[in-house]
Structure formats: structure tokens, C-alpha cells
């Protein structure tokens, strides 16, 4: 079992919808986790955080955390053509590092 | 502000060559500092990380090697590159504290 999954996608969403993006983690002593967006060819960008169960918004972005379900989410309302990219979940386990999922690319459609 | 400098952006090498990539860190002291690598369509792979000065943990075996010959400073180097080097190198950077990671623009590999 990967310690952080996601779904690769492509997640296929028609601009104006509402993109969800799922995050599975495996170590339930996690406390932080972040949510990363890679344009393609470009290092990831920070773009939520989120430490406490609930949910957290940012603008059009929303992130959910459910510690009991191990699971982390983000929303994305009234998707744009130019959120289309990877988004990359990760987990802050104690460890020295954060341990990142695979990444779920979305695709906003025009 | 911490600003984080990666170089360079693409880089066209033989097998057999040897590497070195830079990554400075402005703004900050004493930072965590981390390489990752990211095949084609993968995700991330932390290789390296530092916590001080001369101060290296490897995450995998592997063909890289990594320096921290000042504080805000982080080299990964190669004696011989192998094909299966190719790929997105990031180094990152977090509070001493934390592990909220920056990353740098990234380097682009090809061993050809």
C-alpha cells in the first residue's frame, strides 16, 4: 500500500463545474498535508494547507480533511482553463520530509 | 523573502559523464534542504535531504551523491551518469521546523 494515493486522472471537468480532487493516506499520526499544483514542465507550487479536520477555503479553492477516514480533498469551484495541471497531495508525516502522492492531473475543458 | 535558486534549467549529457546541479537559498538560515526527482508522469522521489552542513541523508541507493558545503548551499553530483538518470530534478527547501517545502524551478535531465 502507497503511504500517499491519489487517482492519476485525468480527471475531465467542464469549465464553470466543480473539479474534486481525492487523497488517501496510510499513517494516521499525520498532522499537516498540502496540496501542490505542477503545471507541466514546472516544479510544484504550494497552493493549500490544511492541519485540523474540516474545511478550509482559499479563494475558489477548498481543502477537507477527515483524519478518522485518513483522507484529504480539494475542491476547486468555477474551474478555469488554467487550472488544468497536476495536483500533487501531500502528507507530513514526523518524518524529515513530506511524503508526496503520485499527483491526479485535471483537465478543464473551455 | 526566501527566494530559492536552481540551476541549470535543462541539461543535455552522455552516459558516462559526471553532474553537478546547484541550489542556493536566500532569505533564510539553517534551512532543511531536500533533492527530489520526478520520472515522466511520476511523482516525486526524494533522494537527498539535509538538515545542516555536511549533514546528508540518502533516501534510496543509488548512482547521486549530495553536498552541503555551506548553509544555504545543496549540490547533487554524479561521477557517471546512467540513462535511467534522466528525468526532473528539484531541490526544495522548509523551516528548520517544519516541512512546508519550496521548490526550486527544477532541472531538466536528459542523459543521452
Known amino acids: 500500500q502507497k503511504e500517499v494515493e491519489q487517482n492519476s486522472g485525468p480527471l475531465s471537468v467542464p469549465e464553470g463545474a466543480i473539479a474534486s480532487l481525492n487523497c488517501t493516506y496510510s499513517d494516521r499520526g499525520s498532522q499537516s498535508f498540502f496540496w501542490y499544483r505542477q503545471y507541466s514542465g514546472k516544479s510544484p507550487e504550494l497552493i493549500m494547507s490544511?492541519?485540523?479536520?474540516g474545511d478550509k477555503e482559499d479563494g475558489r479553492f477548498t481543502a477537507q480533511l477527515n483524519k478518522a477516514s485518513q483522507y484529504v480533498s480539494l475542491l476547486i469551484r468555477d474551474s478555469q482553463p488554467s487550472d488544468s495541471a497536476t495536483y500533487l497531495c501531500a502528507v507530513d508525516t514526523g518524518r524529515r520530509a513530506l511524503t508526496f502522492g503520485s499527483g491526479t492531473r485535471l483537465q478543464v475543458q473551455p | 523573502s526566501q527566494t530559492i535558486h536552481q540551476w541549470p534549467a535543462t541539461l543535455v549529457q552522455p552516459v558516462g559523464s559526471p553532474l553537478s546541479l546547484e541550489c542556493t537559498v536566500e532569505g533564510t538560515s539553517n534551512p532543511n534542504l531536500y533533492w527530489y526527482r520526478q520520472a515522466a508522469g511520476r511523482g516525486l522521489q526524494l533522494l537527498f535531504y539535509?538538515?545542516?552542513?555536511?549533514?546528508i541523508s540518502s533516501e534510496v541507493p543509488q548512482n547521486l551523491s549530495a553536498s552541503r558545503p555551506q548553509d544555504r548551499q545543496f549540490i547533487l553530483s554524479s561521477k557517471k551518469l546512467l540513462l535511467s538518470d534522466s528525468g526532473f530534478y528539484l531541490c526544495a527547501w522548509a523551516r528548520g521546523e517544519g516541512n512546508l517545502n519550496t521548490f526550486g524551478s527544477g532541472t531538466r535531465l536528459t542523459v543521452v
Open positions: 539535509s538538515v545542516g552542513i555536511g549533514q
Open positions: 490544511i492541519y485540523s479536520n
